[in-house]
């Protein structure tokens, strides 16, 4: 994942914490998990796919930044609660068992967190 692409994620993500702290994203499609959500579905993305042209903002939006977002809307939505995330969800059931399930999952997301936030050169690698 190129370093632009993380902190653009995480801004997005402190902004969907607490909106009323930081600055809106430029691109609309990420104003909200909600917005996210239905623009996967409008946009007919699909996992490994790109946004090469957003239609909201011109801007390129890779697939890690796209997944990155997803996996922060974990903490967002209720399962259940939307069949996209719920299916984007169960499609890294894989990459949770590597780690022991989904303790040691999210332990290992926020170690890696904490890792990249103290090293902040260069571009970053997650599965």
Known sequence: MRRVDWNAALAIRDYW????AGIPPE???FASIDH?????VGLKIYPGNAI???PLCGGEHRWVMLKQLLIFGF???PRGE???LDAFYESLAEERELYGGEEGYRRMRKEADAFFAKN???DIYLL
């Open 120 to 122: 902040p050169s260069g």
């Open 27 to 29: 691109c609309p499609l």
């Open 82 to 84: 939307n069949r996209v």
């Open 75 to 77: 903490d967002l939505k």
């Open 52 to 54: 090469p042209k957003c």
């Open 36 to 40: 996210l959500l239905a623009g996967i």
């Open 17 to 20: 914490n607490d909106p009323t």
